[in-house]
Nanobody
Framework: QVQLVESGGGLVQTGDSLKLSCKAS????????MGWFRQAPGKERTIVAA???????YYVDSVKGRFTISRDNYKDTLYLQMNSLKPEDTAVYYC???????????????????WGQGTQVTVSS
């Protein structure tokens, strides 16, 4: 059974940094494309960043230059370094995994079959 457990969220001020972590178990982590999604109150859950099993990275335009996704295949852990945080980054952040050896460049949420419970990030102005 796949388990994804996020941590690292919290309440910060505008301009601060946070690093989210997602510990994976029950899967061969290195074989999976991993993603970070977020959902703000009253809005749909959307992709933030993804890193493929071949190490390709994707970022939504609104976080380019501020957020960095990374993975440690020895620790089975996904990370999201978030710098220069803005109030509009406030959301619940979710970690997600695709099926093994996912080969598409589409990072729609429907392509991710395993999800964590989420961690709250709140950025005050």
């Amino acid at each position: 059974q796949v388990q994804l457990v996020e941590s690292g969220g919290g309440l910060v001020q505008t301009g601060d940094s946070l690093k989210l972590s997602c510990k994976a178990s029950g899967l061969t982590f290195r074989d999976h494309t991993m993603g970070w999604f977020r959902q703000a109150p009253g809005k749909e859950r959307t992709i933030v960043a993804a890193i493929s099993w071949t190490w390709s990275e994707y970022y939504v335009d609104s976080v380019k230059g501020r957020f960095t996704i990374s993975r440690d295949n020895y620790k089975d852990t996904l990370y999201l370094q978030m710098n220069s945080l803005k109030p509009e980054d406030t959301a619940v952040y979710y970690c997600a995994a695709t099926a093994p050896f996912y080969s598409s460049s589409s990072y729609d949420g429907g392509n991710f079959g395993s999800w964590g419970q989420g961690t709250q990030v709140t950025v005050s102005s």
